[in-house]
């Protein structure tokens, strides 16, 4: 990336990508477009914000050579509809700057799909452990309540519960 002359040459992509982008165009562009064909609806907003040439320009510097977006990647289907197709985290490294300011960044994205997948099963298993811990604590004290129910009674020499156990308290104080 040109960040200079505000422009992004693809150097590697995927067939779909280079269709959508060409050789080399505006950066502003680009990002929209690739956005609009790759990134899911709901990932939009943040991407472009993120990928803003503007925020580049803010955001990069040699103490913040990086910036970093994970979004869900689409792709068209025959119809015109959108399905996931996985996920991407899209980084842009600093490269060179001037004075400052960048001036080159280079752009790459990866496909974390499988680590995302990993940890969404082990969200879902943490979830389903704290729930089960939760549902044991409940039974627990459910047991422990009725055995002092029992004892409550036992202690207050039986009777209805009501009062065995208001007896018991008497007593206890």
């Known amino acids: 990336m040109n960040l200079k002359a505000g ?12 269709e959508v982008l060409g050789a080399e165009t505006n950066y502003d562009e680009a990002i929209r477009r690739y956005a609009g064909h790759f990134v899911h609806p ?4 943040e991407y472009l914000g993120k990928m803003d040439y503007s925020n580049l320009m803010d955001t990069l510097d040699e103490e913040h050579p990086l910036l970093a977006v994970e979004y869900r990647r689409i792709k068209e289907n025959e119809d015109g509809s959108f399905s996931e197709y996985g996920w991407v985290r899209a980084t842009i490294v600093l490269a060179d700057s001037e004075e400052g300011k960048p001036t080159t960044a280079l752009y790459t994205a990866l496909d974390v799909t499988d680590s995302k997948q990993k940890e969404e ?28 129910s029992n004892l409550i009674q036992r202690k207050a020499g039986g009777g209805n519960s009501r009062e065995a156990f208001q007896t018991f308290w008497i007593r206890m104080l």
């Open 7 to 18: 422009t992004f040459r693809m150097i590697k992509q995927m067939d779909a990508v280079g």
């Open 121 to 148: 099963k082990d969200q879902i298993y943490l979830t389903r452990l704290y729930f089960a811990h939760i549902q044991h604590f409940i039974n627990k004290g459910k047991k422990m309540l009725a055995g002092h």
């Open 42 to 45: 709901d990932d939009r907003e």
